[in-house]
T-cell receptor, first 113, second 114 residues
Framework: GAGVSQSPSNKVTEKGKDVELRCDPI?????LYWYRQRLGQGLEFLIY????????KSGLPSDRFSAERTGESVSTLTIQRTQQEDSAVYLC???????????FGPGTRLTVT | AQSVTQPDIHITVSEGASLELRCNYS??????LFWYVQSPGQGLQLLLK??????LVQGIKGFEAEFKRSQSSFNLRKPSVHWSDAAEYFC????????????FGKGTTLSVSS
């Protein structure tokens, strides 16, 4: 079946602009995660959605970052007033249950100029 | 503090040689351990996972890993490396409870020489 998809694959934006990144999880997966991967670094957890529960936003680095998910479908990560330090690959993962292994999308490479 | 350490940033092995990638973790709860591989421009692919039971786990592509609780390690091994194994490898740890994101190491880049 189809894996996790993300769009766009690449995004170049000017400093100060807002961006929206999209994630389509695997159908039926109740859990969805967003991670950030800076060059030469591991993955940093940003936010977690599980079904209709309140999301775990503990990893969001600032109030410029927000994410939404409707039910168990698509999620959007929004970064407002982008800064150069936001340049990274943003990875989305979904899981069939809260405790299962995570399946990753190909990521969105964000470059802030 | 919870953390994952991959001591080797970059490793080069000859094709056909054996491979061991090191991973050490610090975690307050019973760990749930993973190895992922990331090829250039690709997302992460799960190689194998450990939660409980046999401490030697088999994964895809001929990889295996051994969990050693006393050493807080989960090293990845492969007896004979192929050129296509060149990629970045990430070790990750999580807890077996709802809502826990994985904690990743910084990764080890594997190069394979002919």
């Amino acid at each position: 079946g189809a894996g996790v998809s993300q769009s766009p694959s690449n995004k170049v934006t000017e400093k100060g602009k807002d961006v929206e990144l999209r994630c389509d999880p695997i159908s039926g997966h109740t859990a969805l995660y967003w991670y950030r991967q800076r060059l030469g670094q591991g993955l940093e957890f940003l936010i977690y959605f599980q079904g209709n529960s309140a999301p775990d936003k503990s990893g969001l680095p600032s109030d410029r970052f927000s994410a939404e998910r409707t039910g168990e479908s698509v999620s959007t990560l929004t970064i407002q007033r982008t800064q150069q330090e936001d340049s990274a690959v943003y990875l989305c993962a979904s899981s069939p249950q809260a405790l299962g292994e995570q399946y990753f999308g190909p990521g969105t490479r964000l470059t802030v100029t | 503090a919870q953390s994952v350490t991959q001591p080797d940033i970059h490793i080069t092995v000859s094709e056909g040689a054996s491979l061991e990638l090191r991973c050490n973790y610090s975690y307050g709860a019973t760990p749930y351990l993973f190895w992922y591989v990331q090829s250039p421009g690709q997302g992460l692919q799960l190689l194998l996972k450990y939660f409980s039971g046999d401490t030697l786990v088999q994964g895809i592509k001929g990889f295996e890993a051994e969990f050693k609780r006393s050493q807080s390690s989960f090293n990845l091994r492969k007896p004979s490396v192929h050129w296509s194994d060149a990629a970045e490898y990430f070790c990750a740890v999580g807890a077996f409870r709802a809502g826990t994101a994985l904690i990743f190491g910084k990764g080890t880049t594997l190069s394979v020489s002919s």
